[in-house]
């Protein structure tokens, strides 16, 4: 049977009314001190779901307070920010649409002056190219983190999961990708670590391996995803070697704690990735056989079409919802979408 992208969707016993996903972005409305969400922010998660989304991925909500890349980032880690969380899935629920809390430490893409003086971490004492977003500051070199720190953040992920269950949120998404803490513990370029961490791809991949185990216990399998990449915002040249290895590895270890939810990231979906004729997504899709969401600067036209060809099970709009809070209904409806502008373009149309 042909599928389309408004048919419902099950994924064990949570069930999205379609197969259209609002892409997790950062938005930066969060108290910069106490690090709560307030009104403005179920405002806007609730606008789109008012109008038809079938899974929100929120943007990343950050699991310490050493997690935070930039101002107005909000966390999930105290009491207070738990229930400040609630109002914004009270008012998703009251639509009927799904959310995950999406779960982001960004490691050494940070700087004291974000994080209150303390020296941002990473695996080993790499320092990232480029400038903290917002402080145009370049990146500190990073404090490589010991076992106990690394088991800590564990634990961290765990706890922050916990209290996304408990704020009402129906599964979380483990940010793995973009070059932040999880993704730095993978790549070999940023971890160059001799223990049980570094080496080997699969230390490497330890760190994620530890973390899935741990949220497993206060997240059913089934409502956790994870996003990887292989683009790097912290190194733009970084490319995997070997990308069906690194494919084949990272669903292996998915697969071993029976995760249900894969989220490749890519900047333009169909891609080819540089050491291989094929995109991402066509990679996933060889090697995972759960579910898995298309992302990348799709065109509505072309979710559908991905949708009917089985390429993927579910179809993540970025962009598109931010200039469309409707967008389910345009699209339903056949009417005009409109364009996502940056503030310069805005400047320059009118």
Request: aromatic share 8%; glycine share 6%; net charge positive.
């Amino acid at each position: 049977m042909t599928c389309s992208i408004f048919s419902d969707y099950k994924i064990g016993n949570l069930t999205l009314d379609n197969r259209i996903v609002m892409a997790p972005m950062t938005r930066g409305f969060a108290d910069n001190e106490t690090g709560e969400v307030n009104h403005l922010i179920a405002d806007y998660y609730g606008k789109r779901a008012r109008y038809g989304a079938g899974l929100i991925i929120t943007e990343g909500i950050v699991i310490n307070e050493l997690a935070k890349g930039t101002y107005g980032i909000p966390g999930i880690f105290t009491h207070r920010q738990t229930l400040s969380w609630e109002k914004v899935t009270r008012e998703v629920h009251q639509y009927k649409t799904k959310i995950f809390a999406q779960l982001w430490h960004v490691g050494r893409v940070s700087h004291q002056e974000i994080l209150k003086g303390h020296a941002p971490v990473a695996p080993s004492a790499i320092g990232a190219s480029g400038q903290v977003h917002r402080l145009r500051k370049p990146f500190q070199a990073p404090k490589p983190l010991s076992h106990a720190e690394i088991y800590q953040i564990i634990d961290d992920y765990r706890q922050a999961a916990r209290n996304a269950m408990e704020a009402g949120f129906d599964g979380v998404e483990i940010h793995a990708a973009h070059g932040y803490l999880i993704d730095q513990f993978i790549s070999e370029k940023s971890n160059i670590r001799q223990d049980m961490f570094g080496g080997s791809l699969q230390n490497r991949l330890r760190f994620l391996d530890l973390i899935i185990k741990e949220v497993k216990k206060v997240v059913p399998k089934n409502r956790i995803s994870i996003r990887v990449s292989e683009k790097k915002d912290d190194d733009r040249d970084y490319v995997w070697e070997q990308p069906v290895e690194m494919v084949h590895a990272i669903t292996e270890v998915l697969s071993k704690h029976r995760i249900k939810i894969v989220h490749p990231s890519v900047e333009n979906y169909g891609g080819a990735l540089k050491n291989d004729h094929r995109s991402l997504h066509e990679l996933f899709r060889k090697y995972w056989r759960e579910t898995l969401i298309a992302v990348g600067n799709i065109t509505p036209n072309e979710g559908a079409d991905i949708i009917k060809e089985n390429q993927a099970d579910l179809i993540a709009f970025g962009k598109l919802f931010i200039s469309n809070p409707d967008l389910v209904v345009r699209l339903k409806a056949n009417q005009e979408i409109f364009p996502y502008h940056t503030k310069e373009q805005l400047k320059n149309l009118s």
